[in-house]
């Protein structure tokens, strides 16, 4: 099924801690927003791709782009100082009706396979996401840090990105929280607010987001266990 892809990649990296946008890091001699991206040049199913990037990197962007030839982007897009601010502006320069995904540019281990499973859940409903079962008990606590509730870990997922819907949910979502003032920390969470279905769709662990220095072992770690695929 052919979709068209939204990477963020606007953002500080401040947990990072590299002096600069963590997308511009070099995980073993490729930077990660090329690793991210070259999985969707890669994909035949996948037909545009727009990158949400800060103001003052667009330039640095393009010639990184050019040097990978990494074809496919079809607009690069200032972004906002959230990431939903971030994906509401790349959703302005698409006009495709069809399916759109919405990928981080910091999660460069998702695998084509993990995509088109997604893609095919999608289909029947108004939105689907990767996600994966929770491992740890996850417990709410108060401000003064006591328990307040153990919640129940069977129906506890952790979620990930791509997250897949119909073009014009998505932008009717992005559109009604703008407009009411609702903040979400996913895309899924705007759709499920204006009552949409979304479907949990089993992910891998692999599929981290590059988020702290620690993260980069873990990259590593990733990359020698894939040694010899399409990463490589
Ligand atoms: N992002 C974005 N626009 C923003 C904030 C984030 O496009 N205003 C993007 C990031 O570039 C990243 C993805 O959203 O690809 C997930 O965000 P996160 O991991 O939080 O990255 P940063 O915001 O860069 O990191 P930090 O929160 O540590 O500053
Ligand atoms: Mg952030």
Known sequence: MAY?????????????????????????????????????????????????????????????????NVSK???????????????????QHLDQAGIVLVHDGARPFIRQEEI???????????????????????????DEQFVTETLTRDELWSVQTPQAFSFDMLKKAHEVALNTGFTGTDDASLVEYI??????????????????PDDIGMAEMILGKRKGDEHE
């Open 4 to 68: 068209t892809v939204i990477i963020p990649a606007a953002g500080q990296g401040k947990r990072m801690n590299a002096g600069g946008n963590k997308q511009f890091l070099n995980i073993r001699s490729l930077p990660l927003i090329i690793r991210t991206l070259r999985i969707f040049q890669n994909d035949e199913a996948c037909t545009a791709i727009v990158v949400v990037v800060n103001a003052g990197e667009i330039g640095d962007m393009e010639r990184l782009f050019t040097h990978y």
């Open 116 to 142: 088109h499973r997604l893609l095919a859940e999608v289909s029947d409903t108004q939105g689907a996401v990767l996600a994966t079962k929770v491992k740890d008990t996850i417990k709410k606590g108060s």
């Open 195 to 212: 009552s949409g279905k979304i479907r949990l769709v089993p992910g891998s662990e692999d599929n981290i987001k590059l988020t702290t």
């Open 73 to 91: 982007v079809q607009a690069l897009v200032p972004g906002g100082k959230e990431r939903q601010e971030s994906v509401y502006a790349g959703l």
